[in-house]
Structure formats: structure tokens, C-alpha cells
């Protein structure tokens, strides 16, 4: 656990911080004989690993940027078997279960290819990470990113819609509000019309129904006037059995203003049929016998997405923990081992 208490020593978020990181989880590969590559993105460095050889990749894929956190939380503090700090669960435990797993592999006859791969920038879009390398062609063909998961199997994820909706209306006196349009108003019930669409309230096998979230709201600027414009920001997270454009179309026609969309991205799928799926669960069976190999899904987004839109198989499976982007983060250290164990007898099997 050197490594992994090294690393949450590290506040990575600043791309000097997260080069410092990426630097310093190198020199741990090179200490054990790999060899890996560093490729530069906008000044944020990326690490590459490969072993192995055959036709068939298996991609481990895991960031090493985190979210803000308080200075006392880069200071990891064991207690009970669970190691506290930013950054523990979320994700550089995963990221060290990786690392750990090559190493015990590199010499392994594996008969496919294992390449991992460290980003520096999950948190803040994947953009100079873990979508760079997949515009770069460092692709295979099952993908595992090991976010914290509870070492569950997370084959989905819902897709995202971020948008904004300016809302006009028409200016008068405060006191005489009845002269007016209020946009505020106005705004308000676009997103009540909104949360409820009936598309938006579908539901699947994992996930009870898609998410709404007022996340912005501008409008009015002095207390005696009605606004006449207001512009509110929503999230939305939809499942992944859904068409985005379906939603759009479905928005636009319960909407009263202009619709302004800032970003649009599908969800992950993985079917639980899936042959690298099956071969998954059978690896948690022979390494931890008590452990249910369970299907499970996630509300937010990770890396996966990049490797989804290209058709590649991704799914998320990390260690044990909580309170990730909390202020009492923490991983479970015995879900660390099982899942360095569990990556290591799945890629001994991959082909």
C-alpha cells in the first residue's frame, strides 16, 4: 500500500500536481521492470502500460485527478481497515489495484494484450485523457475502469443532457406585477413541465427513471421591476435505453423559450450477456467465493462513454468505500486486494 498512500499525499488538482502524480506512479512501474509511455495533452500527462501479446486487448483505464478536498484530507489515516483521504475510493485505490495487477502479470503467458491506462482528468471532462487516447487509437476490446463500485459490475450509465433555457417575458413596475410577464415565473414552470415529461419518468430493469436538476438560475436584477428574461440550467440524466433526441424533441414541445443545449452524451450499456461479462463474473467466483458477482448500474457518468461511442464493451468495477467528493471519503483496503486478485485471474482468462 506504499504506492497508494503516496499517491493521496498528492493534492491532484492542478495539472502540476496530477503530472507530479502520473511522474510518480511511473517510477513505481519502472521500479518493477515495465515499460510505459507518457503522452503530453494540453500539458496534462498521460501514462500507457502495455504487456502481453495476441489479438485481444483488455483495457484498464483509471484517473488519477480528484475533486477538491481540505488540506487534512491528503493525509491518509488507516482506521479499522479503512484508509480515509481524498481520493481514496474515488479513485486512486483503483488506480493502484491496476498497477499492482500488471506487475503480477508481466511475466504471465496471457495470450492477449493487457494495457493500462492512467488520465489525469476525469473530474473535470476526460477531454486530455481518457478521450485523447481513444482518438489516438488506445483501444481494445473489453474496457474495465475501476471507479469505486462496491465491486459490483456496473454495466450501465446514464447518458447526460446539459442545456441551458432562456425564458422572456415583459417588464413593468413592482408594485404593479399584473402589468408584466414575470420571466422567472415563466421559467419555472418550463422546468415543472419539464421534470414531469412522461419520457423523462421511464423507467428500466436498473435504474427507476431518468433525472431532472435545476442546476442554474439567472434572472431579475433589481427588487422593483418585473424580469423580463431569466435563464435556467438543467442537468438531466437520462437512461441509457433512451434517444436523446427523442428527449429533446419531447423538451421542445413542453417549452416556452430558447432551448440551448451545451452538451449532449449517451449512456452506457453493456449487455449482461456479454461474453467478457460472463468470463468477469467467473473470475469473482474463483478469487472471492462469498462475493456475489452483481449487476449494477451508476447515475453518473466516468470514462466509460469514450470507449461506449466507439462500440468497445466498458464497464466500471472499483473497490469498496464512501463519501467520495465527501468530506470523510474512504476505501475498504481488504476490496482493494480482492479486486487486484479479481483483475488478475480475468485477464489470465481474457482469451
Excluded at 292 to 314: C, E, M, N, V, Y
Amino acid at each position: 500500500m506504499d504506492i497508494l498512500n503516496e499517491l493521496l499525499q498528492i493534492d491532484t488538482t492542478s495539472p502540476e500536481t496530477i503530472n507530479l502524480a502520473m511522474d510518480t506512479a511511473a517510477e513505481y512501474l519502472k521500479a518493477a521492470g515495465l515499460e510505459y509511455t507518457l503522452l503530453d495533452q494540453n500539458g496534462l500527462k498521460n501514462l500507457v502500460a502495455v504487456i502481453g501479446a495476441g489479438e485481444k486487448t483488455l483495457v484498464l483505464n483509471g484517473h488519477l485527478d480528484v475533486v477538491s478536498g481540505k488540506p487534512a484530507q491528503f493525509i491518509p489515516v488507516e482506521t479499522d481497515g479503512r484508509l480515509y483521504a481524498r481520493g481514496s475510493a474515488d479513485m486512486k485505490s483503483g488506480c493502484t489495484a491496476m498497477m499492482n495487477a500488471l506487475i503480477r502479470l508481466k511475466d504471465a503467458d496471457l495470450g492477449c494484450k493487457v494495457m493500462l491506462q492512467l488520465v489525469p482528468d476525469e473530474e473535470t471532462g476526460g477531454r486530455n485523457g481518457s478521450a485523447f487516447l481513444v482518438s489516438e487509437g488506445y483501444i481494445g476490446d473489453f474496457v474495465i475502469c475501476t471507479e469505486p463500485t462496491n465491486l459490483r459490475i456496473s454495466i450501465q450509465s446514464k447518458g447526460i443532457i446539459l442545456m441551458d433555457i432562456v425564458t422572456r417575458g415583459a417588464s413593468a413596475h413592482g408594485s404593479r406585477p399584473w402589468e408584466g410577464e414575470n420571466a422567472i415565473v415563466k421559467a419555472m414552470e418550463n422546468y415543472a413541465r419539464i421534470a414531469e415529461l412522461p419520457v423523462l419518468k421511464q423507467g428500466s430493469e436498473l435504474y427507476k427513471t431518468s433525472s431532472v436538476n435545476l442546476a442554474l438560475i439567472s434572472g431579475g436584477n433589481i427588487y422593483n421591476r418585473v424580469p423580463d428574461e431569466c435563464t435556467i440550467g438543467l442537468d438531466i440524466r437520462f437512461i441509457p435505453e433512451l434517444n436523446s433526441n427523442e428527449i429533446l424533441s419531447e423538451i421542445a414541445k413542453v417549452t416556452d423559450g430558447e432551448i440551448v443545449v451545451k452538451a449532449v452524451e449517451d449512456g452506457v450499456n453493456v449487455k449482461p450477456d456479454n461474453p467478457y461479462i460472463l468470463k468477469l463474473q467467473e473470475s469473482m467466483q474463483r478469487t472471492a467465493p462469498g462475493l456475489p458477482a452483481t449487476l449494477a448500474a451508476q447515475h453518473g457518468g466516468s470514462d466509460t462513454r469514450f470507449f461506449a461511442a466507439k462500440g468497445i464493451p466498458a464497464i466500471e468495477m472499483g473497490p469498496s468505500g464512501d463519501g467520495w467528493h465527501g468530506d470523510h471519503e474512504y476505501v475498504e483496503l481488504d476490496s482493494v486486494r480482492q479486486l487486484e486478485d479479481i483483475l488478475v485471474d480475468f485477464a489470465l482468462h481474457f482469451s
